[in-house]
């Protein structure tokens, strides 16, 4: 590709990504508005979850049927069609003054941000070489999560200094730029390059589903998505702001730095991890075990610490949390690879699914068991009680273990594939050691460039 080339598929990504970072503000501004919106609906616990609930159960149920959308009339209209719909949702949201309204806007905000990140992932090996789709990758997913900052710093001074519905309806705007931005300036592929768009129908449609979801490297990518999203998205959403405000005890001032830290980590460890993923391709899984492990540890020393945790304890909670973005990405990596690119959308869709299905599970679960804590009288009236909170956030420990087991069963399938396919996965001690050997070779082979042909060292 020329460099003019490279210059427009930049610009392209660039929109696209700027297109999922708005998506991202439509779909966290509402975690910053929780104590708001229990103000203003006169809602509980249980019903303030089923906003969050709804919306993302809305995006999951979508992303196999936006899958096959995007492979068959391309991202621009995608992206498009989501900004519009993230427009009308916020707009409704910014209008609602009970819970059955407030729920519909955020109905809309789930349908067009489904329709999003499939969409913008779906731009990237349509405009770049293959070696950098892991990175590229990486940064679409943390880029994006600057719409968190959107939302816990400018949409939460704009909140509280000027109340609910100007606060929607700024981000209402974004939506709309988004929209104009999309349709104005993306384009599916590059010019003179063959259309990638499918046409099928039903029958085929449905069997690009199942064939999809029979590799077992699909598989293997929404239980890695599933295992290690999660947390971090119950968190942001929803539960985190009342967990370290009310239960904690933290000044918000400190809550909201914490929360940008959440996407400060996350933006930092990603292309680190895109990186090692486009290194050591096959120890993708290993990676993803490795953080679900740490988010299980540091949750358990969060629970079970007597009292209040000190700040460093949250401190180190929010940039483990942080850490699951950049791994749940790893999972759109094995639809990339296990998959031809004419079903690629579809398998990055049942990717997508796993960690928003555990997502709103959980969030739900939570809410469920605050609301009978409370009216058991165990929180005593204190509906966000830190006690409350230590038994309802232990729900997650559950949803690890069932992501874990599908992890380690998805992967034993996808390295027999491998097996009869003639290729056998060397112990990782031996594979450590082998990385370790290259890069002393080509060290020795960089000085030896230096300093001339007499310097050049052999194997």
Request: glycine content about 12%; overall charge positive.
């Amino acid at each position: 590709m020329s460099r003019g080339g490279y210059g427009r598929a930049w610009f392209v990504w660039g929109v696209g990504v700027f297109a999922y970072l708005i998506a991202i503000t439509a779909r966290t501004s509402f975690g910053v508005a929780g104590l708001e919106a229990t103000a203003r609906f006169g809602a509980t616990a249980s019903a303030l979850s089923a906003f969050t609930v709804l919306q993302l159960l809305v995006y999951a149920a979508l992303q196999i049927p936006v899958g096959v959308l995007v492979d068959r009339f391309g991202p621009r209209l995608m992206i498009a069609c989501g900004a519009v719909l993230m427009c009308l949702g916020q707009v409704q949201l910014a209008a609602a003054t009970s819970v059955p309204a407030g729920i519909v806007g955020r109905v809309l905000v789930g349908a067009g941000d489904a329709m999003t990140f499939i969409a913008v992932l779906r731009l990237i090996p349509a405009w770049f070489p293959a070696s950098r789709v892991p990175l590229l990758t990486q940064l679409t997913g943390q880029l994006g999560q600057l719409g968190q900052l959107i939302s816990v710093i400018p949409f939460a001074l704009v909140l509280h200094a000027f109340g609910w519905s100007p606060a929607f309806l700024g981000v209402a705007g974004l939506s709309l730029l988004a929209f104009v931005l999309a349709a104005a300036l993306l384009r599916n592929q590059p010019a003179g390059e063959p259309d990638a768009r499918t046409a099928h129908g039903l029958r085929e449609t449905a069997s690009a589903i199942t064939k999809a979801w029979k590799q077992p490297g699909t598989r293997l990518g929404m239980w890695s998505h599933f295992t290690t999203q999660f947390s971090g998205t119950v968190f942001i959403m929803t539960w985190g702001y009342p967990f370290l405000a009310s239960g904690q005890g933290v000044d918000p001032a400190v809550v909201t730095l914490l929360m940008s830290l959440f996407v400060v980590v996350g933006i930092i460890c990603g292309p680190l991890l895109g990186g090692w993923v486009g290194r050591h391709p096959l120890r993708r899984s290993t990676m993803v075990l490795l953080i679900a492990a740490a988010i299980a540890v540091v949750w358990l020393a969060t629970l079970l610490q007597p009292g209040r945790s000190p700040l460093w304890l949250l401190l180190v909670l929010v940039l483990v949390l942080a850490l699951g973005g950049p791994a749940s990405m790893i999972g759109f990596d094995f639809a990339r690879t296990y998959n031809p690119s004419h079903r690629m959308g579809t398998a990055t869709g049942i990717v997508n699914i796993g960690g928003f299905c555990a997502s709103l599970l959980t969030m739900y679960v939570v809410g469920l068991v605050l609301d009978l804590l409370n009216n058991s009288g165990f929180s005593h009236g204190d509906l966000y009680s830190l006690d409350s909170f230590r038994i309802a956030l232990s729900v997650q420990f559950l949803v690890l273990a069932v992501g874990v087991g599908g992890v380690l069963s998805c992967r034993a399938a996808v390295r027999k594939q491998m097996a009869l396919e003639g290729f056998r996965l060397p112990p990782l001690r031996a594979a450590l050691s082998d990385n370790r050997r290259r890069r002393r070779q080509y060290r020795a082979e960089q000085r030896g460039s230096r300093g001339g042909d007499s310097g050049k060292t052999s194997d």
